[in-house]
């Protein structure tokens, strides 16, 4: 599905999440935080490699099972026998296939259909500034991964390059039509030097950009983290550690290697490791590794900079069209729903829904994603929020309906009880999306009646694409709309806040839609109170 999609990858399909800051002193510094999630990374790669990562785990109870007790006594079974272990405690291993991915990996862009290439002997990290390419190795000839200190000091090198930014980097190809940077690609790889730096590129452990402007907003960090400037971004690697002058630090991944749980558990021990590892920078300056970082140079002829010069352009329209808006909503948070024993997730959902009907009058066809990595080379279930049982609730909040504080309440917890189960019916393969993509896929030269049709059309048009983060090493995420007319929401519950930001382009109001729910979580604040907001 990803790699026959000839649209930009650029908000189209990459997301990016955002590292929690880093508290230790100094870690604001631009080389230091760099060198400490790189040196981190390489390390997770390192254990993932040697097959020593602890495998991700899906907790029937996890009230019960989710401690370290439980993963001790787990621990003592022979490898032979640990499913067994685990079935009796109700605590399943989920699929991580697509782990391996994750490094020294990317997608090639190729006529009709993309390639992923890996190669797991590469050793080097490449690392783009001001739009241009470098390289050095990360791990020793021996396998050993080179010290955070020598890692600081070759970040260092080229954050003082002096060179003049290359806003015709090849870079901005990488953002384009599939078919169209194909065609270049191949032109390029004539010329053998060419063929060698691209090769460079795919099979890097990842890609570093290194931003010299600081995120003066928080629309101004989103945009650089989501999109950025073509020619210091390579979009089609597996993903990009971003990290900016003050600190800040985000990943933004290709998605057709994998999905947001394989990124984010990454990011999750990294930052971990992070914590109880801190990198101390040296003092004094190393002579001896002068010619461990290696530029890396593609050549170009006039028609390869009308086609990149072209392509910044076709960038430029597209993220300038795209608006994105920010929300925070104190009222509630996630200490409040715990408190209320209320699902979250349901009730987040819930005032999704009633946004968009209090701003265009409708439900719309909605998604949800939920992880199938119970089952081998699992992806992604589609969970659909909008139900009859939301539009009933929906229509119930409006002012001129006569239903009550306890009428809305029941219909509230109605929601929240199918939003569950839709869920867990997700998460075990008992959707239909994933199941009627699949018959599509078979029948294709086949006419078949029902893929035509308005209905199938209609819900297969995403206008509501949304999805939830949880976690304490990421603070932020999102990603654009998935169609024209549609909004692209991340939303989460803080220890302090509803937070939720929203990507739109010009046929929607992403100002609107985020007034209309912070007047949702209002309402639905007032009826949790036992208030009644109509009155």
Known sequence: MYLKARV???????????????????????????????????RFMKTLRAKRLEPDLFHLDPKKTDNEKIKKRLSYFPEMVSWYGAYL??????????????????????????????????????????GRLYAFDVLNKDGSVVAPSVVYHRIQRILSDKAETDYDSVACMT???????????????????????????DTAAFVLCLEDQEPKSLEDLIRTFLHGEPHNRWFEKSFQLI????????????????????????????????????????SGQSAADDDAVRHLNLTVGSGMKGAITEARSKFDKLVTSLSMEKLQYFGMNRGYF???????????QLALQMAFYRQLGYVPASYESCSTAAFKHGRTETVRP??????????????????????????IDAVTKKHNQLIKEAAMGQGFDRHLFALRQLAQGTEVPLFSSAPYKSINHIVLSTSTLSSPSVILGGFGPVVDDGFGVGYRADDEFLGSQVTAYPARDAKGFLD?????????????EGENFKK
């Open 8 to 42: 930009p990858l650029v908000l189209n399909y990459n997301p990016f999440m955002v590292f929690t800051d880093d508290t230790h002193p100094g870690f604001d510094d631009q080389a230091c935080r760099a060198t400490a999630i790189v040196s981190s990374a390489v």
């Open 89 to 130: 405690h109700k605590v399943f291993p989920l699929d991580m296939s697509q782990y391996p991915r994750l490094f020294n990996s990317s997608r090639v862009a190729c006529q009709g259909k993309d390639e992923l290439v890996t190669d797991i002997n590469a050793r080097h990290l490449v690392v783009i500034r001001n």
């Open 175 to 201: 953002s384009e039509e599939r078919d169209t940077w194909a065609t270049w690609r191949t032109s390029l790889e004539a010329t053998p030097k060419n063929a060698e730096v691209l090769r460079l590129v």
């Open 243 to 282: 990290v900016c002058r003050g600190g800040k630090a985000a990943v933004n991944f290709e998605h057709a290697w994998g999905d947001g749980v394989a990124v984010l558990r990454f990011m999750n021990e990294v930052y971990r490791d992070i914590k109880e590892n801190p990198f101390v920078p040296p």
């Open 338 to 348: 715990k408190k209320k024993k209320l699902g979250a997730d349901a009730v987040f």
């Open 386 to 411: 909008a139900t009859t049982l939301t539009k009933e609730c929906v229509l119930a909040f409006e002012r001129s309906h006569p239903a009550g504080v306890d009428e809305m309440r029941s219909l």
């Open 516 to 528: 209309a729910l912070e007047s949702s979580f209002k309402d639905l604040h007032s009826v949790f």
